[in-house]
């Protein structure tokens, strides 16, 4: 983490907005945009589709990403504070998001 966090959209893949408190400065540096304030907030269970970004330092960051959309126009290079001062992270990969679905209650015991 590199300082304060804040409210910023994450929006499903199926269009649904949600509210999501991260690093500030993680998401204004990959361009999320802020949360209103009667949003709410991102289920459990869902694991949002993010960016994965690596300093030299080897030190890596993972930044939700606000829409699926968003993962093509990520930028290339970001610089982010790091130990009192910043660093270059280069983007090494993206994930979509996953949504973890609850197993059924068959009554079985296993």
Partial sequence: MAGGKSW???????????????????GQAVGNGA????T???PRGVKPRRAR????T????LIPVQAAAGLAGLPATITLPIEGSTALFSLVG???EVEKKSQPNTGLLL
């Avoid at 910023?8 to 993680?26: H, Q």
């Avoid at 949360?35 to 009667?38: D, L």
């Avoid at 970004?53 to 030299?56: D, G, L, N």
């Avoid at 080897?58 to 960051?61: H, Y």
């Fill in 94 to 96: 993206t994930k979509g």
């Fill in 53 to 56: 970004y690596k300093a030299v």
């Fill in 40 to 42: 709410r907030t991102l």
């Fill in 58 to 61: 080897g030190e890596v960051r």
């Fill in 8 to 26: 910023f959209i994450y929006t499903l893949d199926d269009g649904t907005p949600f509210a999501i408190n991260m690093d500030t400065t993680n």
């Fill in 35 to 38: 949360a209103a304030t009667n």
